[in-house]
DNA sequence: ATGCCTGAAGGGTTCAGA
């Protein structure tokens, strides 16, 4: 198998990121992209950038409905057996379009959009971690080929958000959600970015409002969790910040992995060591407090 | 000012996001 470059972006409103996103393609030209927020339904999706894709060689597996939610993923190196949606998955009441699965390049990608839950007391904070269980059980029976990508509406750890006292007692950093998602991960499926960066000040989202992007006070909320076979090709493991930046940008910003091609022989883990030491913590305080 | 941006739907505003 030949290297794969795999990305995974949230671009809040596929069509109003369409000038962001096409441009970002040609330039990154990732072989399989797993999409968030699309924002729209199928038919739309397709007559929207349908031609766009297949003029660069992807396939497209879309997972949509009009409005909210939706998925993707695009790829250029094969797409069999998609699959949308989440097997036993809990809806709000009915189900969301917030995961499609394919395979690709031999490998089985889930692109996913976690509920947000809003608050800790609240039916979709229960929602959340209802649909955080059942994502466990799909992946489970393909644990070690499996890539799950996405915005998983979680911060793993406290270092995983620029201020912890800024987000005491909201959803995204509460001990059932990391719960949930260490038991995700528990399957063997390795962050791909923090082991690459195990030190380093690393987000993929920042608030939109009060230059929060600017100075750096985010989250690191979309993940890349490799299952071993997956996660032993890691070549580069990165945030590609440069596309938060500018006019128009998404909310999210895109992470990249690099795979080296799958070993035929004895090839072991490639990831490399850290060498930078960790930055400066930042300390200010999230924009609803002037 | 516990939504300071942004997007969608729909209608002159409201809901949702993290």
């Not at 509920?115 to 955080?132: F, V």
Request: glycine share 8%.
């Amino acid at each position: 198998m030949d290297p794969v470059r795999i990305a995974t972006w949230n671009v809040n409103s596929v069509k109003q990121r369409l000038p962001r996103l096409l441009p970002w393609l040609d330039e990154r030209r990732p072989d399989v992209v797993c999409l968030q927020e699309t924002k729209c339904a199928d038919d739309a999706f397709a007559d929207l950038l349908g031609g766009e894709l297949a003029d660069r060689g992807y396939a497209v597996a879309v997972h949509g409905e009009a409005t909210w939610n939706g998925v993707a993923i695009l790829s250029r190196v094969g797409l069999d057996d998609v699959a949308p949606g989440l097997a036993g998955a809990p809806g709000f009441p009915h189900p969301e379009a917030r995961a499609v699965s394919a395979v690709c390049g031999g490998v089985r990608v889930i692109s996913v959009y976690v509920p947000n839950g809003r608050t800790p007391d609240s039916e979709h904070y229960r929602y959340k971690l209802a649909w955080l269980a059942s994502l466990r059980e799909t992946v489970a029976a393909n644990r070690d080929t499996t890539v799950v990508c996405g915005d998983v509406n979680i911060a793993p750890t406290d270092h995983d958000v620029f201020d912890p006292q800024a987000y005491a007692g909201q959803t995204h950093v509460t001990p059932p959600e990391r719960a949930a998602l260490a038991e995700l991960q528990a399957l063997g499926l390795r962050d791909i970015v923090r082991d690459r960066w195990p030190d380093e000040r690393v987000f993929t989202y920042w608030d939109y409002r009060a230059g929060m992007f600017h100075q750096d006070l985010g989250m690191r909320i979309d993940l890349v969790l490799a299952g071993a076979k997956v996660a032993d090709r890691v070549k580069a493991a990165w945030v590609d910040r440069q596309a938060r930046k500018g006019r128009g940008p998404s909310d999210h910003a895109p992470v990249i992995v690099d795979l080296d091609e799958a070993p035929d022989g004895d090839i072991g883990p490639v990831v490399p060591p850290p060498s930078a030491p960790a930055a400066r913590r930042g300390s200010a305080r999230l924009p609803q407090s002037p």
